[in-house]
């Protein structure tokens, strides 16, 4: 995957990306198969027979994990344990954000929110 923080902002596997990328000028453009990557969708769809419209995507993540349910039908719930707060909902709803990165659902601290 290409995300660049991780939980407590620490870079992860985005930063090697990006670096491989910018040590090969000319080359072609990585092939991402995380979230909110359609390959993703399209595998978990065929090898288990995945209905979005009647499957709930966790995560903590609004532009990964979030997106992702949101892109292919699925209703979301937002866990706020990592590394999207609380902040970031509201500014991604304030910013009139793509409809897929609006969570259906939100919990904090074990109690939905």
Not at 22 to 47: E, F, R, W
Request: contains cysteine.
């Amino acid at each position: 995957n290409v995300d660049r923080v991780g939980p407590w902002m620490m870079p992860v596997n985005g930063t090697q990306v990006d670096a491989l990328v910018a040590g090969a000028p000319g080359a072609k453009a990585p092939i991402v198969c995380g979230k909110p990557s359609p390959i993703l969708a399209s595998l978990l769809q065929k090898a288990h027979g995945i209905d979005p419209s009647r499957s709930l995507m966790v995560g903590d993540r609004l532009d990964t994990d979030i997106a992702f349910g949101g892109s292919y039908g699925m209703d979301t719930l937002l866990v706020l344990t990592g590394v999207s707060g609380e902040a970031d909902l509201w500014e991604a709803q304030e910013a009139a954000k793509a409809e897929a990165e609006a969570p259906a659902g939100v919990v904090a601290g074990g109690v939905q929110a």
